[in-house]
């Protein structure tokens, strides 16, 4: 099951970006990040193309030298209120994680805090600040409110990892899936299914998110190299099924030449399907950020005749991963980076199996977990460390 995971993985090498031809339809080109240290122009070229895109700035990590003070440590885990099973999921992984490593003494682990009182966030970061973890891993919903917090954790010697969300400063190690790679290699999948022609429908989660903009970028790319296709409208889904639902109605209820193929950045495609549904019309191929159970099931129900393309990352695996960069810096591993972007796996007709359950519907609510290992941990991070796992 791994290995047909790790072979979705592969598949952009058929479709991906940096194998393609200039000016071939269903791909993208490579969009280099700002690099002002260079250090992601000194990574190996695999590791380099996780950075496609990325839009922060990517610097020389302030912590590449870092050891912790003492052979037992503390761990402080400031997280946002869970909005869904994948954040659960990540919390709860993260923190068993580092209480059965031997160096872990203590992980003070609190998710409080509303996603939408960043007062709140801060004041509970600051909190176990407070408390003198060695560590502190971060889940904010609002990057640049961090800053000053956590250089001024630094100060005190104290690193932050923040998972999810870039919060834009040396001081922390940021961790967080490449959402313009994800577009990029979604809908290339999808334009390649199609021949390179047809209608788009693009599906925006919140425009003026970081993380939509990026998957716009990529959509816009992949597009730019399909002289037979075209976008034929832009929709907000707010990240919500029943919101996306309401805004592809609409959509349709004005709009009656056929769609080929829908963009979306993620999180709604239940949403979209069942908009198509009642609307009477054929559901198309979508590119979805985001391995949702109801999606995949929809789609394993009709992979005899259906296509489409999908990014997944389930919690639990995820977790692991943002335990394994911790357990790293406290064994001296030293960061070289500020952030460590993802290449998030694939899923396409190969792999589909490993990622579904018969027993889903198109209701079925959550995250797929997929296989375990699709993200090879090791292999990953090894490049982005100084010195090798201990």
């Not at 919903?141 to 961090?146: I, S, V, Y």
């Not at 490449?178 to 047809?198: C, Q, S």
């Not at 970081?210 to 992949?222: E, K, M, P, T």
């Amino acid at each position: 099951m791994v290995k047909k995971a790790i072979a979705g993985l592969c598949v952009v090498a058929a479709f991906g970006i940096a194998a393609a031809a200039a000016n071939e339809c269903g791909t993208a080109p490579y969009v280099s990040p700002q690099d002002p240290d260079k250090v992601v122009a000194s990574l190996p070229e695999a590791a380099r193309q996780a950075y496609s895109g990325h839009n922060y700035p990517v610097m020389k990590s302030q912590w590449s030298s870092w050891k912790a003070k003492s052979a037992k440590v503390t761990v402080g885990m400031s997280f946002a209120q869970p909005v869904d099973d994948f954040s659960s999921e990540v919390f709860d992984t993260i923190k068993a994680d580092l209480e059965a490593d031997p160096r872990v003494a203590k992980v003070i682990a609190v998710r409080g805090a509303s996603g939408k009182d960043i007062p709140g966030q801060i004041q509970q970061y600051q909190s176990l600040v407070a408390q003198q973890p060695d560590l502190m891993i971060a889940n904010v919903r609002a990057g640049e409110a961090f800053v000053g917090p956590v250089e001024a954790a630094a100060k005190k010697g104290i690193p932050t990892i923040a998972v999810m969300t870039v919060i834009p400063t040396a001081y922390a190690v940021t961790i967080v899936p490449n959402t313009y790679l994800a577009g990029a290699e979604t809908l290339g999948a999808v334009m390649k299914g199609l021949g390179g022609k047809g209608n788009v429908l693009l599906v925006h989660g919140i425009p003026g998110l970081s993380i939509d903009r990026a998957a716009f970028d990529a959509f816009n790319a992949v597009l730019a190299r399909c002289p037979e296709a075209k976008a034929v409208g832009e929709v907000t889904g707010g990240f919500s099924p029943a919101q996306a639902k309401a805004a592809v109605l609409k959509f349709l209820g004005t709009h009656p030449q056929k769609v080929d193929a829908i963009a979306s950045v993620g999180a709604m495609a239940a949403g979209i399907i069942s908009a198509f549904q009642q609307a009477g019309r054929p559901v198309p191929p979508l590119a979805e950020g985001a391995a949702l159970k109801g999606f995949l099931a929809y789609w394993h129900q009709n992979r005899a005749s259906y296509r489409s393309s999908a990014t997944g990352a389930g919690g639990i695996e995820t977790g692991h991963l943002f335990a394994a960069v911790a357990k790293r810096m406290l064994a001296g591993g030293g960061p070289k980076l500020s952030a460590i972007v993802l290449r998030q796996p694939l899923i396409g007709m190969d792999n589909l199996m490993e990622w579904t359950d018969p027993s889903w519907t198109l209701d079925t609510p959550g995250h797929s977990q997929g296989p375990a290992g699709y993200y090879r941990i090791d292999q990953t991070l090894a490049p982005l460390f100084n010195n090798p796992a201990k």
